[in-house]
């Protein structure tokens, strides 16, 4: 290819003059002086060259890089000496040679003819030719910057403002009617009023087109300076607005992208770029870099670079621009044609070298192996109109193989597993029935017990699976029922009547139903009647969940005894049904009283009539038997007129009890039963007789903020919304959110602590998370948000269980009421809600730091304000993403505080 090919139009050659302007217009991000004005072509290209590597202070994850890399790329903004100064200001002469360069106007600049400017209008004498050709072009109203009130200092060496980049901008666009349109409305900001009047109009366009967004605080800031970094994303974004064409940038589809090399085609033209260390790749989506493996082919992209070296590439449409179809292979003719079948005969295709073949595992081969009669899918291009093939997959084919993979997904239903073999490539086989086609180490599995994630070695013969073997299993589940357990070993009967026995691993989790914290001591296990379960395996083989599925007994809470007899051991009780039950029990019958355990003729005297016990029997043997002392459960209902609370036990059944003689509530005074809220746990300790409950103690988890901590005593102190308290934690766990236990030096006053209560003693207190930052997305639709800690790192929050939004002392619960000017403090409530309180600000014009004290004083509009503010050891100051040291504040900077309980978390420049 002698010539490069474009979609827009044939690379210009710039004339010396061009270089120069273009060379002298780096002055705008560079801080060069007028001698870049008579820079050669040969510097100039040198230079141009080490622009568009990446600058040395623009570091990868600046907030500007992308648009200053496009624009470094299309030569419109160039380096010096590596740096590009993003934090600098812009003059406004600056400005109006980039809005020129922009428009592709520099070169229409008559530099042989004298440029005559009002005396009071000063303008550097380098860019005066391009200010007068600004005027010309109408990109300057010369009414508004010639006006008296305007040429009070140097109007080009003067600083840009944004408001006055924002007329300059859509000026560039030639969009000055939209702004006479919009100039009426209110911008929505909240420094409307600090708008001039005449640039209200232009700074609406700009927002609507998305070329410029507000600062913290839903501020514009209109007379705030722009920096380089904010000019060269301004213009960068206005690009896609505008009609001008730039000569080194392409935009098309990927035709080609293997080997270093990247083809763009575009109106049947085709331009081939190598693609080197230095390119920077991006999507029009994000502000962030992707990696070249994150491009595909036959995507939309725009690329930039001259002399066939790509130096950025963005893509602008994600989805391929191909179509797929399947069929029936005929066979390969000559001149790269494939025939598919169809209902009247054979349909033609086209390929090319290009074009890949590959089998049902993704293996590259010839056109000319494709089987007759297999299954094909064809993608065929759809964005040059010729749909050329350019990639054939064999989707189905006479299989006989043995290989390894991973287990996918299961259909028991019909009777198909889904497999990613070692390869990476997804397939699917069907088995048939009547066979043992599932082991695990020697073990015959049902379908069923295969799980998703397994490494497995699977053998296919006619298309069909034969077998396949659990190399590595992950956890998987087995049922049958419990019949011996031991300390090391679980004993169960399968379905076939067979027994297996299974090693338990360190801890087995242990589930019953209705029944908390339950231990393996609460398993049933009995050859006749023992308890149906569910074992879950890991990739061991050991146990490490046993879960009850049911229970063959009968259960007998609170029942009262008729009469025992200590010779026979028969016991006869009646239960809360008023039915009587008799039960035997023996040398196997677990016995407790008040925790002991005591023997059969020692708890015979117990057994007296009108005792209250608890039973479970298989038939008539009894396998435990309990002296009831207290019932714990949930507190189902209250009825005040009949003075009755009714628990809900942990082994499922209902008790109707007298109202309690004491209630223990944390937090209450005298409480009474209608201070017990239904769903509470609670914990009934009975009298001597069992008739009355003595003491009734609510378990409560409390959340509370820590007042003071001491460590060195041992001695926490609590409030929250019903006064304060002190704690001794000393035999209390202590633990973080993850369930590590931590100490008490790892506490400190502000923290937030769930306090789990049984009645009004603390049993356990955990950290509560805080998340402190900026808001950097809300999702109103997915109840989501996303927050950028001070530290640096995001927080992605799932607000399941609601949300409570703590703004100036109002709760509100809606997402929308949060923006991404918000810094905020979020942590979860003990019932599951999001709280998400809005940290206070404060704007001020700084003064100077107090290094003694550690305080920033802020300069008083009046004598009632507060001048004097505590910082945080680790305060956020920045301006943008440019993190600052407090030292570099100056007198009279204009900053944002935000605060934390009365604390300076933050410290936003303006």
Known sequence: MSAQKRSKRPLKAYSTKAVSAVMAGAMIFSGASAVFADTTATTAATTNTQSVGIFSDVKTGFWAEKHIYKLASQGIVVGNNGLFRPGDSVTQQEAVLMALRFMKLQDKVDNSSAVALPTDFKVTNYYKDYVV????????????????????????????????????????LGKSADAAVAASAPTGFADDAKVSVNKRGYINVAVNLKLANGLDGNRFDPQGAVTRAQLATFFSRAEAHNTVEYDNTVSGTISQLSDGKLSVYNNGKTSTYTLGASTAYYTSASESRINLSDIQPYTKVTVIGATYNAAYVEVTDPTQQVESLSGSFAMVAPGNKLWLKSATGFTEYYYDETTTFVDANGTSIEPASLVADSIVTLQRETYSGSHKVVKVQVTSGVVNKTTTGTVQSIDLTGKSITFKNAAGTVETFKWEDGTSLFTYQASVLQPAELKTGSAVKYTVKDNVLRSVEVTEGIERTVQGVLTELTSSTVVYKKTDGTREVKLLATKPAIVIPNMNSAVAD????????????????????????????????????????????????????MDTDKKAHVVQLDEKTKLTYEGVLPNLTSVGARLTENRKVNIKAIGQRALSLEVVTKYEGTVTAVNVSARTIVLKLNDGQSLTLPSPQLIDLFGKTNPTVTDIPVGSYVTASLTAGQDLIAVLKVKTVLQVEAATVNSGTNRLSIKWNGGTSEINPYAIPLTNEAGESIKLSAVKSGDFLNVTFDGSTPLAIQLVKLTTGQISSVDTAANKLVVKEYAGSAQNFVVSGGARIIRDSATTTALSNLTTADRVEIRKDTDGATVIR???????????????????????????????????SNVYIHQGDTTLSVQSLKENDNIIMYFNNDIVVEIVKQ
């Open 133 to 172: 050709l600004a005027f010309q072009q109408g990109l300057l109203d010369k009414a508004t910057e010639m006006a008296p009130d305007n040429l009070k200092t140097s109007w080009g060496e003067r600083k840009a403002s944004r408001e006055w980049i924002a007329e300059l901008l859509i000026r560039a």
């Open 522 to 573: 609460d398993l049933i296990a009995d050859t006749v009647g023992g308890d149906k379960i569910q074992l879950t395996l890991n990739s061991s083989d050991q146990v490490i969940k046993i879960e009850v599925l049911s229970r063959q007994i009968d259960q007998f809470s609170g029942a009262t005894v008729i009469d025992y007899n200590s010779k026979t051991q028969l016991l006869t009780v």
């Open 838 to 872: 809005v940290l206070p600000q404060l704007t001020r014009s700084f003064s100077r730091y107090d290094s003694t004290t550690n305080s920033l004083v802020t300069k008083r509009a009046n004598l009632n304000d507060k001048y004097q503010f505590t910082l945080a």
